[in-house]
């Protein structure tokens, strides 16, 4: 993700470049982090009239800007996501010796609301995994009944059949999902090798289902499964990956299929991954190391979900409930 010429800030452009080069940021990590820095440097200079002198910025200044941020329509997470990245920001300056210390330390930020993470149930999982073929299905009668000679793009079915299958059988994000490369599937093992936030790796285990719609997409492609080469094409058999906005816009049109809810993302799948495996009995810990999340606290929001669940059967069976 290259630095837009606007950003006029030296230390903003240092820090960017950072992200992308030394700590493997996502490049959403990069896209947030950058319009959170860039609206503060203007904020700043259209208050004070100049741009922001960073070691002799004062506490006040932050404590200002929040009171800015809580006058606008900004959710809680959105504000939090500012000062997140503020901060790393400031870590960065103080580690380079820009900055002595923290302006930002101890501010008061508004408590997040508490929000469960949305999934599918094991049944509306399965009506979706089915879509993408129902969908092959229609087209290929659809041709018939016209006496059709165009062809039709097979293999972009079954390429979706086996995305949905991977994100669902491994709890990926869209972005680890579009960066797979056919090296980082073990057929012997039946695992896949995953590069998580900040470059970090994981093996997660990979279902039969998914791996045998792999080989169905792969024949009808005629892939040749080269080591470099993406697991999923972005189209013909090529170099290039999926795309995320791709993936969105497939599985809008198989929740639809699926009478679904079309609004869904793809990271409602990895919250059914999680909710799925933690209702069948699978500790947390295994779970966190699944997903990828660096802290436990991160993948216990999905306990909330399952507690909820065991509430409701026991009012809905319990006669003393």
Known sequence: MKTPPE???????KFLQHLASDRG???????????ALVEFFNWFKTERQQSPDWPSLLRDDFRSYLRFLGRGNLSRAAIQL????????YKFLIRRGHVESMPI??????????RLPQFLTAEQMVALLEAPLKDLEAQRKLALENNSTESFDAASFLRDVAILETI???????????GLRCGDLSWSESALRVRGKGKKERLVPIGEPALQAIKNYWKQLGHAGE??????????IGPN????????????????????????????????????????????????????HAHLVTTQVYTHLTTERLKRAYNEAHPRA
């Open 227 to 236: 080591l470099n080469s993406p697991i999923f094409c972005g189209g013909k």
């Open 7 to 13: 950003i006029a800030d030296q230390w903003i452009q």
């Open 105 to 114: 330390k101890n501010i008061s930020m508004p408590k997040l609301e508490k």
């Open 82 to 89: 500012r000062f997140c990245a503020l901060r790393s920001f």
């Open 241 to 292: 990956l999926m795309s995320p906005r791709t993936v969105q816009l497939r599985l809008k049109r198989y929740l639809e299929t699926a009478g679904l809810d079309p609004k869904l993302t793809p990271h409602k799948l990895r919250h059914s991954y999680a909710t799925h495996l933690l209702d069948a009995g699978a500790d947390l810990r295994s779970v966190q190391e699944l997903l990828g």
């Open 168 to 178: 669902y059988s491994c709890g990926l994000r869209i972005s680890e999902l579009c």
């Open 25 to 35: 940021a996502s490049i959403y990590t990069q896209r947030n982090y950058q319009q």
